[in-house]
T-cell receptor, first 109, second 111 residues
Framework: GIQVEQSPPDLILQEGANSTLRCNFSDSVNNLQWFHQNPWGQLINLFYIPSGTKQNGRLSATTVATERYSLLYISSSQTTDSGVYFC???????????FGGGTRVLVKP | DVKVTQSSRYLVKRTGEKVFLECVQD?????MFWYRQDPGLGLRLIYFSYDVKMKEKGDIPEGYSVSREKKERFSLILESASTNQTSMYLC??????????FGSGTRLTVV
């Protein structure tokens, strides 16, 4: 099956810092999503981004489907950005969403 | 916005009990999914459904069954709960234009 790798596995930031999270995947996909899992366990949909670039406030994401990677940018990080960020890819064949291992982010005040 | 609602945030059940986890979505999505999440193992697909009364096994269906009698509701059933089913359970529905939306999760403890 498709492999999804995220880096780095852990990230500690000072409040106000910028960071980039990376997601590599091993095969062509139909869709890609970025999620933030908050401390209570809920997965919040950040971006639905099979290709191109999107921005939502201090967050933005870019997917280069032909090179099989996606990047999530966090600018001016805040303590509320702490949590685990997951990349997940979807292939229509099999109707399956495959998750990466996640990047655990801690933003210190 | 799509809303996916899971009936319980926390549940404690005894070994051998039959457990029902309920999930409701409000956007008429055809596809619904149940995952479990465990430390070190990530999110694993248990079952999914692509229409009323239709179901497909995911990667780890053993010990579970599902029911989809109405389009908006997808239930996960633990026929005889065991301690190794202690986990975080996440329900999701999928839209072809906006992808997956997850519920808030149910933390199940089997004692």
């Amino acid at each position: 099956g498709i492999q999804v790798e995220q880096s780095p596995p852990d990230l500690i930031l000072q409040e106000g810092a910028n960071s980039t999270l990376r997601c590599n995947f091993s095969d062509s996909v139909n869709n890609l999503q970025w999620f933030h899992q908050n401390p209570w366990g809920q997965l919040i949909n950040l971006f639905y981004i099979p290709s191109g670039t999107k921005q939502n406030g201090r967050l933005s994401a870019t997917t280069v489907a032909t090179e099989r990677y996606s990047l999530l940018y966090i600018s001016s990080s805040q303590t509320t950005d702490s949590g685990v960020y997951f990349c997940a890819v979807y292939k229509a064949a099999g109707n399956k969403l495959t998750f990466g291992g996640g990047t655990r982010v801690l933003v210190k005040p | 916005d799509v809303k996916v609602t899971q009936s319980s945030r926390y549940l404690v059940k005894r070994t051998g009990e039959k457990v029902f986890l309920e999930c409701v979505q409000d956007m008429d999505h055809e596809n619904m999914f149940w995952y479990r999440q465990d430390p070190g193992l990530g999110l694993r697909l248990i079952y999914f459904s692509y229409d009323v009364k239709m179901k497909e096994k995911g990667d780890i269906p053993e010990g579970y069954s599902v029911s989809r009698e109405k389009k908006e509701r997808f239930s996960l059933i633990l026929e005889s709960a065991s301690t190794n089913q202690t986990s975080m359970y996440l329900c999701a529905s999928r839209d072809s234009n906006y992808g997956y939306t997850f519920g808030s999760g149910t933390r199940l403890t089997v004692v």
